[in-house]
Every structure is written in structure tokens, then in C-alpha cells.
């Protein structure tokens, strides 16, 4: 596969700041770190052009009538997570870059914000966008930019890598702050086999234009300082038919609030002469999952297949909070669920019911637990007749087992045998079983849940299985 590396070339304007009297003011460590992340929903239609473009003091921002969907996870993570340092220095001195200069660059990197989302450049599919930074105690700097393209089908990553370093936040950050800078950059996808040229001129102008409260469908979040970025683009793509001039102003608002380390809104449009189209809202879905309080229960725990050869199980779910539930029938199914399920066995035997309950729409994404649930599945239309050890006075203890369990067996029994098995019905021990007391030395064996079936052999009667609990 081929690499890209592109250069930026970054004229860093004046920025003027303007004191004034601020309801929230953002400071460097308010931004996040690694470990950082964030769920958006994202939305491009449902909210009108008043819902975000309103501004100055104790504004309010209310899109609470939107709903979540097309949940986008966004997270910073160490460069090293997002790209080692061998195929970073590959990808900048491709470019033409000097190998000790993307070293420099390098070594000035501290994190990268991942962006898991489908974006465009020019008529391409652009995903899992990465925004390499190094935060001061006073800036926000962007070292290079990383993401792959899909040209054609062929998916190629990009990396653009900034002759300085950008400056996209400084600190600390209040109401009625300013900012301005110009960034010239090129893309050239020759490589790639696509004659395609891209040359942009950005000249960027950011203020920090309201203060207020955001009301959004997950939470009302006070106090959220906002920051108004104008990009006025002069462009032109080349290509084998043709010079394309590309002559535009884009506009992109960012919410930022003291509780959460990136971003809790934003929204990007377009300015014309006459009017600011705002064509997508991403916002802030949820920071935590809740704590799981679900508790999967079996409605028996021995199934008997009758003369139709299956049986129906059930299962039901308790307290339920988590979002979806997967189960494992150990029978080979898996299927899911949003509450109580059931579920048909045709072969005898004793399964592992695995259930899964995961969390959505929250972070850690999908984050889930599990729980399993042991159950036998007896024919009881077989020529053997499974009978219960209690009722003939046969006694299995102590329950739960340390060291030993003993079996007391009547003396009014003939050849007894016993099996011991584990949770996946695996015989662990097996041997004779007198009449009289039988102590069986379990020391080697882990603490578990495990089964005693006893088979007498004088009449081929097969008794029921005890569960016996082994704790060391």
C-alpha cells in the first residue's frame, strides 16, 4: 500500500484577546488527556439555524427535541496508541521531510484525538481522522493530522504533517477571546495513481462569542463557554481535465465545558453572502455507564425433553439496565435479547448458559458483563429411569466441599458407582461407591461447581446429578 505525507505550511496571525467578565473560564487542564473519551450522536437534519447561531452572555442553546443516532466515539489517546514511531517517520520523510526533523516533530507530539467518523475530502471518503496535539500550559498545538482515504475502493492512509505546529486553542480560554491564522497546505494523490492535485489557502478567524447553558437530549449542562470559528477558503483542485478553482467560507461552532475533557457540541455549515447554513449538529450522548444491576435466573434448573423430543427453557431477566443481552445456549445458538427469553434443546445434557448484558450508548462503549447459568437437559422418554439419591437415602455432603465429600450409602444397595463432573460435563473423578461412608479426596481440584452423579450397576439405575460447590 502506498503512504501519503503532505506539508503544511502555517502563518501564525496576531491574537487578540479582550478581557470581559466571564461566566466559565477554560483553562489547559480542562482539555483532555489521554484516556479521554466522549460518545456523539450526530445529526443533520431536525434543529434550525436559531437553535445554534444565538450568542452573547447567558445565552441558551436548546436541541432538546433531537434524538440519539449515528453514535460517533471520540477518544485522545497517547501517539504511541494511535501510531508507533517507525511508521510515523516513514510516512513524514516520504513527504520529503528530513528524517531529524520528523524525529523533532516526533518528540513534540504528546496525544492524538481520534475521531472514529466517515468525513470528505473533495469527492473521498475520509475515516478514522487523528489530530495529533501537544498541550502548554497557555496552547492547544496540532503537530500533523493523520487519516486514510478511500480512493476508489482502495483504502490509503494520509498523513499531513505541519511544518510548525498549529495553534487551535490558547489558554486560558473566556469569554469574547480572539484568534486569528492563516494555514496554506497541498495534497497530491499522484502516488496513488490519481492524478489529483489539492492546494488550499485557510485564513481562520475563532472568538469566543456566548456563554450559557446547552440543553441537549442527555443533560442540561450549565455554564459552557462557545467558540465561533470562521475558515474562509481559497482553493483549487487539479486534476487531468481540469483547474478548478474553490472559492468558500465555512463556519464551525464548539461548545466546551469545564466537566468534559473535548468538546460537548458542535456545529459546521457554510456562510454565503447572505445567509449561515448550518448542516450538521454533533453532540455530547452520555459520559458514564451506569453501574449493571441486571440479573440473569433460569425459570428451573433441570429441563425433561418429552415424547415431542424437545423442551422449552426459559429464561428471565431482573433488574434490567443494560441495553441488549446476548446468550450463549452452549448449544451452538446465539441469540439476543432486550429482556426475558427462551429457548428449545433437543439432546440431552448439562449447558453453560452464558448471558452478556451490555450497556449502550454510553462509555466505555457498549461495556458489558456477564453472568452463567447451569442447567440440565434430561430425556426423560430414555429407557433409563433417573431417580432422586434423596429419596433412597443416599446423602452427598458437606456442600459446600474443602477437602473431601463423602458419600453415605445404605446399606440396602448393591454396586454403586459414582462420577464426579465438572461445570462443562467433563468427568473429573470416577470409582466404586460402597455401601456405607465413602470419602473422596478432592485436594487437587479448583473451586468450582461441579456435579455427583451415582450409577447402580446391579440395576442400571442412574440417579439424578447433585451439584456440590468445591471452595479452597
Not at 287 to 296: G, N, Q, R, S
Not at 307 to 336: H, K, P
Not at 372 to 393: F, M, R
Amino acid at each position: 500500500m502506498k503512504l501519503l505525507s503532505i506539508h503544511f505550511s502555517l502563518i501564525f496571525c496576531a491574537a487578540s484577546v479582550s478581557q470581559s467578565a466571564a461566566q466559565q473560564v477554560y483553562q489547559s487542564q480542562h482539555y483532555g488527556g489521554p484516556g479521554t473519551q466522549q460518545l456523539y450522536s450526530r445529526h443533520l437534519v431536525g434543529f434550525t439555524n436559531d437553535d445554534i447561531i444565538s450568542h452573547g452572555a447567558d445565552a441558551t442553546w436548546d436541541i432538546s427535541a433531537l434524538t440519539a443516532s449515528d453514535l460517533i466515539l471520540s477518544e485522545i489517546v497517547t501517539r504511541d496508541e494511535a501510531i508507533d514511531a517507525f511508521t510515523f517517520t516513514a510516512l513524514c520523510s516520504f513527504g520529503g521531510i528530513n528524517v531529524f526533523t520528523c524525529l523533532n516533530i516526533w518528540s513534540n507530539t504528546q496525544q492524538a484525538w481520534l475521531i472514529q467518523d466517515t468525513q470528505s475530502l473533495v469527492q473521498f471518503a475520509i475515516t478514522d481522522l487523528q489530530r495529533f496535539q501537544r498541550k502548554t500550559p497557555t496552547l492547544l498545538l496540532e503537530t500533523f493530522l493523520g487519516f486514510t482515504v478511500d480512493l476508489g475502493g482502495s483504502p490509503t492512509p494520509v498523513a499531513i504533517v505541519y511544518q510548525a505546529a498549529d495553534t487551535t486553542l490558547t489558554f486560558p480560554m473566556t469569554y469574547e477571546d480572539s484568534l486569528s491564522s492563516r494555514i496554506a497546505w497541498g495534497l497530491d494523490l499522484s502516488a496513488t495513481g490519481q492524478n489529483i492535485q489539492y492546494l488550499s489557502h485557510q485564513f481562520r478567524t475563532s472568538k469566543v462569542d456566548g456563554w450559557g447553558t446547552l440543553i441537549t437530549p442527555y443533560d442540561t449542562l450549565h455554564d459552557v463557554l462557545r467558540v465561533r470559528a470562521v475558515i474562509s477558503r481559497n482553493d483549487t483542485l487539479t486534476t487531468d481535465t481540469l483547474v478548478l478553482p474553490v472559492t468558500l467560507s465555512q463556519v464551525e461552532y464548539t461548545w466546551y465545558d469545564t466537566s468534559y475533557g473535548i468538546p460537548v457540541m458542535i456545529a459546521a455549515g457554510f456562510v454565503t453572502d447572505s445567509a449561515e447554513i448550518i448542516n450538521t449538529v454533533t453532540y455530547l450522548v452520555a459520559a458514564e455507564c451506569p453501574a449493571p444491576t441486571w440479573f440473569a435466573s433460569t425459570q428451573a434448573n433441570e429441563y425433561y425433553i418429552d415424547d415431542t423430543g424437545a423442551v422449552l427453557a426459559g429464561f428471565s431477566i431482573a433488574m434490567s439496565n443494560a441495553g441488549v443481552y446476548s446468550w450463549d445456549f452452549d448449544d451452538g445458538t446465539i441469540e439476543s435479547s432486550t429482556d426475558d427469553i427462551s429457548h428449545i434443546y433437543t439432546t440431552p445434557g448439562i449447558y453453560n448458559v452464558v448471558v452478556t448484558g451490555c450497556m449502550t450508548n454510553c462509555l466505555p462503549l457498549n461495556s458489558c458483563t456477564e453472568q452463567t447459568l447451569t442447567i440440565e437437559v434430561i430425556d426423560s422418554t430414555s429407557a433409563v429411569q433417573l431417580l432422586n439419591p434423596k429419596d433412597y437415602g443416599i446423602r452427598i455432603y458437606p456442600n459446600p466441599a474443602h477437602s473431601d465429600i463423602t458419600l453415605d450409602i445404605p446399606l440396602s444397595f448393591g454396586e454403586l458407582d459414582f462420577q464426579l463432573l465438572d461445570i462443562h460435563g467433563k468427568v473429573i473423578l470416577t470409582g466404586p461407591a460402597n455401601t456405607g461412608v465413602n470419602r473422596i479426596d478432592i485436594t487437587p481440584m479448583t473451586s468450582g461447581l461441579y456435579l455427583m452423579r451415582i450409577l447402580d450397576r446391579t440395576t442400571g439405575m442412574l440417579y439424578k446429578a447433585e451439584r456440590i460447590s468445591v471452595l479452597k
